[in-house]
């Protein structure tokens, strides 16, 4: 049963605390790493090795994994999997660990933070509802961006004050305060799926819920949020073409960040009914000032479109929430884990496109502008079926027959 506390309640406030410390530590982490890493090898492909590690494990350990927060209490998993991540994160700070153990630490950290993520998402909804998973969902994602900003703005300050191997320690730290937090603050539920599944069930059910027409347009709305990546991708490209200051790259790098913790902190305020409403008005301004890079805008500009792309970003957090009530709570960790691996994939995969089509061209901001155009192309008639979806679940509230598919052990389809 759900907490009739909502987002001010301990068991939530938990999580979110818990969310904080350990983006903070991860922030000093990532810096630490890479510049423990280059300092010991001196080899600029030992350092991508080591970043690539933090990007490839969740793309396997989410779907492989993540169904076990559905046959576990995910209280506990979730915990164990903190005090996991806080031993790996220890190991690092040993002094002269071979770099293959290293590699191997920092993959198994990035690994277990997939099915954790998927089981932190299932538990959103045991703990606040249908009535506010979402707005716990952006409060969440909130929370990220906010870590994200600061350890851009001071990462690298901080680690040069405090050294690399506390750095390491303080996120060792952030793991263990947030399995105590998750240990303790969290109330005992039980397994939400039976242990006498098969792990070769798992797919087919999850290919089932495609049958949803609501669960189909959210999944294709998520995987959209890969185009609004390329910016970021081409990043330096951009300054170069503009003739800016270098330091323009970090202006770049944090204006999304800064668009989407205001558009969170808006759009968590909305009723329940409103913010599934806003899901697709959202996913099209996520895309479309990037095609305003077709006017080889002035930095301060290229800043603006950003911070309104980053506006429109806070759809994900909405499409998160409503994809996590649609599907059954049995599945629920299951499906996040592979929707949180496809969208990390969609993402890699068009930073990578991006990239290597900048180079062809030899413009970044013609580059970000056709991700622009392509990604209204491909949201446009998805919005508008979206919306006739939103209308017709909201006249079946109207008439009690229905919430919407949210509270249905099996989803029911909107055509």
């Not at 164990?80 to 002269?96: E, G, H, I, K, R």
Request: proline content about 5%; glycine content about 12%; overall charge positive.
């Amino acid at each position: 049963m759900a907490s009739p506390e909502g987002l001010s309640g301990r068991e939530f406030r938990s999580l979110a605390f818990g969310e904080g410390l350990s983006v903070v530590g991860d922030q000093l982490a990532k810096v630490a790493l890479s510049v423990m890493v280059y300092q010991r090898t001196g080899s600029a492909a030992w350092s991508a090795v080591t970043y690539a590690l933090t990007l490839i494990p969740p793309l396997v350990t989410g779907p492989l994994l993540s169904p076990l927060a559905d046959i576990r209490p995910r209280r506990g998993f979730m915990a164990t999997v903190c005090f996991m991540q806080m031993s790996l994160v220890a190991l690092m700070v040993v002094p002269d660990l071979p770099m293959w153990l290293l590699a191997g630490a920092v993959a198994a950290v990035a690994g277990l933070a997939a099915p954790f993520k998927a089981a932190q998402a299932a538990i959103v909804r045991n703990v606040l509802g249908d009535d506010f998973n979402k707005a716990g969902r952006v409060r969440l994602s909130m929370i990220r961006e906010v870590g994200q900003l600061a350890g851009l703005a001071g990462g690298a300050a901080v680690v040069a004050m405090v050294g690399i191997s506390t750095a390491l320690l303080m996120d060792a730290a952030s793991f263990a305060v947030a399995g105590l937090l998750l240990r303790f603050g969290l109330r005992a539920r039980p397994a939400a799926g039976s242990s006498r599944v098969r792990p070769a069930d798992v797919p087919r059910s999850l290919w089932g819920l495609l049958a949803n027409d609501r669960i189909r347009l959210l999944v294709w709305f998520a995987l959209l949020v890969g185009l609004t990546a390329v910016p970021d991708a081409v990043a330096m490209p951009l300054v170069a073409e503009s003739g800016s200051p270098a330091w323009v790259t970090g202006a770049l790098l944090g204006a999304d960040c800064v668009g989407l913790i205001a558009a969170s902190w808006w759009v968590q305020r909305q009723s329940e009914t409103r913010q599934r409403g806003l899901i697709a008005p959202l996913a099209v301004l996520s895309l479309a000032p990037l095609l305003g890079f077709a006017l080889a805008p002035q930095p301060q500009w290229m800043v603006l479109l950003l911070v309104m792309s980053g506006l429109g970003a806070a759809y994900l957090g909405l499409a998160a929430g409503e994809f996590g009530q649609l599907v059954p709570d049995e599945l629920a960790a299951a499906a996040n884990g592979v929707m949180g691996a496809a969208v990390r994939g969609t993402q890699g995969a068009v930073v990578l496109v991006s990239g290597v089509a900048a180079d062809w061209i030899g413009s970044a901001m013609t580059v970000v502008a056709v991700s622009g155009l392509l990604g209204l192309a491909l949201v446009a008639y998805p919005a508008l079926r979206w919306h006739r979806a939103c209308r017709s679940a909201d006249n079946r509230v109207g008439m009690g027959t229905d919430r919407g598919g949210e509270s249905s052990s099996r989803p029911a389809d909107v055509g």
